[in-house]
Nanobody
Framework: QVQLVESGGGLVQPGGSLKLSCVAS????????MGWYSRSPGKHIDVIAV???????TYADRVTGRFFISRDLAKNTVTLEMNDLKPEDTAVYYC??????????WGQGTQVTVSS
């Protein structure tokens, strides 16, 4: 089992920045990838950014160039720096950890609201 605890999020004005952090505990040696997903009101959960242990990184098209994911393998953390936030970025953001074979663990979610 892997436990994920998120921090960060909140209310920010359009054009502002926020940083989300997530720390994993438990059976962390099996984690091969960590990342962030989001769910906007009335929509399905979507991938935002993921980063494998070896460094391969993928971003959703709508956040490329604005959001940046980083990991600290020694501390079992993943961070999402979000810049130039837009109202359409408003969502609940979930930390995710992937363990072979295709087993996902999720954090409790943290609300990000972009509004003036």
């Amino acid at each position: 089992q892997v436990q994920l605890v998120e921090s960060g999020g909140g209310l920010v004005q359009p054009g502002g920045s926020l940083k989300l952090s997530c720390v994993a505990s438990g059976n962390v040696t099996g984690i091969v990838r960590m990342g962030w997903y989001s769910r906007s009101p009335g929509k399905h959960i979507d991938v935002i950014a993921v980063r494998y242990n070896e460094g391969q990184t993928t971003y959703a098209d709508r956040v490329t160039g604005r959001f940046f994911i980083s990991r600290d393998l020694a501390k079992n953390t993943v961070t999402l720096e979000m810049n130039d936030l837009k109202p359409e970025d408003t969502a609940v953001y979930y930390c995710n950890a992937l363990v072979p074979i295709d087993k996902h663990y999720w954090g409790q979610g943290t609300q990000v609201t972009v509004s003036s």
